[in-house]
């Protein structure tokens, strides 16, 4: 158990809908990540939050959005789904020390399947 | 983006055997781990090692940070070591994974 939680595990909706994915990072880390990982996209990074602001974006698309709140957990938003968005969606936070980059950790992923 | 390239792709082995799985990445990084995905789905850190040499039990890894590789070193290999092994690197606050090493370890 790597100390990070995501809820749901599985979640299944309807194209044109929106879900929202939940993490819960370990205690202590103060930086959250979101991956998406697809069968023919591989593990890609979407978005990175530090201590509630947005650090550094990948390739998210406009339709996804995501916030930290100040108890430090951290939200991804979906919308207007498509059958593409089918996908597992990974949290995963670690400590930043002065600049250096440490160790992340996963949580258990969230598996979004789009109809 | 940086390039990250795993080999091989596919490997199957005989428990018991030893294996090395490869990472070459096209740039400088300040980050790399290696990680299996296990047949759940679950993402598990097996080392963070953006430079030097680590050992954990029956796994050990290398990273040459200047010729941009790490090696991932797999000995008597179990049924439970199957899975995907992913290679991630990270430069300034972009990470990016390889696509990975799917292992097959048969009884």
């Known amino acids: 158990d790597s100390g990070v939680t995501q809820t749901p595990k599985h979640l299944i909706t309807a194209t044109g809908q929106r879900v929202t994915l939940r993490c819960s990072p370990r205690s202590g880390d103060l930086s959250v990540y979101w991956y998406q990982q697809s069968l023919d996209q591989g593990l890609q990074f979407l978005i990175q939050y530090y201590n509630g602001e947005e650090r550094a974006k990948g390739n998210i698309l406009e339709r996804f959005s995501a916030q930290q709140f100040p108890d430090l957990h951290s939200e991804l938003n979906l919308s207007s789904l498509e059958l593409g968005d089918s996908a597992l969606y990974f949290c995963?936070?670690?400590?930043?020390?002065?600049?250096?980059?440490?160790?992340?950790?996963f949580g258990p992923g969230t598996r979004l399947t789009v109809l | 983006g940086i390039q990250v390239e795993q080999s091989p792709p596919d490997l199957i082995l005989q428990e018991g055997a030893n294996s090395t799985l490869r990472c070459n990445f096209s740039d400088s990084v300040n980050n790399l781990q290696w990680f299996h995905q296990n047949p759940w789905g679950q993402l598990i850190n097996l080392f963070y090692?953006?430079?030097g040499t680590k050992q954990n039990g029956r796994l050990s890894a290398t990273t040459v940070a200047t010729e941009r590789y790490s090696l991932l070193y797999i000995s008597s290999s179990q049924t439970t070591d199957s899975g995907v092994y992913f290679c991630?690197?990270?430069?300034?606050?972009?990470?990016?994974f390889g696509t990975g090493t799917s292992l097959t370890v048969i009884p």
């Open positions: 090692i953006p430079s």
């Open positions: 995963a936070s670690s400590v930043i020390r002065q600049g250096a980059y440490n160790e992340q950790f």
């Open positions: 991630a690197v990270a430069t300034g606050n972009q990470f990016y």
